[in-house]
C-alpha cells in the first residue's frame, strides 16, 4: 500500500506567476485535502475534493482551485501568486475503510517560496 | 468561531513524562487528533479519540478528553529525544465534510 506522495519537492516562483501542486492520494482512499502551512504555524485547510467534486472551502480566494482526478490524483493551483503564499502544501488522503471521521493520511508537502 | 489553541513550547528532560495541551471550540467535533511533524516534513497521525470517551492509550501514548471543558491533553511517557517535534492536536468539523480544524503546534524539546 502506498501513502500519500506529492510533486514537486520544493518550488520557486515569482509574484504574479501561477503554479500547479500535484498529490497522489493514498490506495483506497477517495477523497483529498489542502492545507497551507505558513512558516511557525498550524495547517490551514484550502479545500476537499470528493470523488472529483469540491466537497468544502476554506477562507482562500478563487485565484486557488483544484481538481481531482478518476484515479482520485489531485492538483492544487494558485494563480497570480502573492509573497504571503509562500508556504508548505500539504495534501491529506481519506476515505478508507476504517470509517473515523477526518482521519486524514498526510503526505510530505510541496514547499513554495514566491520572491 | 472554530479556533484550536495549544501552547507553544514545552521542554522536559529525556526519561521524563510530557504533557500537551489543548482546547477547542467545536463542542459537535466527532473525533480529535494528534499529529507530529518533525523539521522538513509532513504530518504524521499519532493518535485520535472518539468524542464519547474521556480516555484513550496507545503504548506510551495517553490522551485525556475533558468534553464539558472542551480540552484534550496527550502524555508521552518515558519521553526520548527522539520524540522531539512539533504537535498539533486537531478537531473535525464533522457538518464539514470532516475537515480538520489545527491548533498552532506545540514544539516540544527532549534533553537528553
Known sequence: ETGVTQSPTHLIKTRGQQVTLRCSSQSGHNTVSW???????????IFQYYREEENGRGNFPPRFSGLQFPNYSSELNVNALELDDSALYLCASSGGTSGREGEQFFGPGTRLTVL | GEDVEQSLFLSVREGDSS????????????YLY??????GAGLQLLTYIFSNMDMKQDQRLTVLLNKKDKHLS???????????AIYFCAESMSNQGGKLIFGQGTELSVKP
Do not use: H, M
Open chain 1, 35 to 45: 492545507y497551507q502551512q505558513a512558516l511557525g504555524q498550524g495547517p490551514q485547510f
Open chain 2, 19 to 30: 504533557v500537551i495541551n489543548c482546547t477547542y471550540t467545536d463542542s459537535s467535533s466527532t
Open chain 2, 34 to 39: 494528534w499529529y507530529k511533524q518533525e523539521p
Open chain 2, 74 to 84: 496527550l502524555r508521552i511517557a518515558d519521553t526520548q529525544t527522539g520524540d522531539s
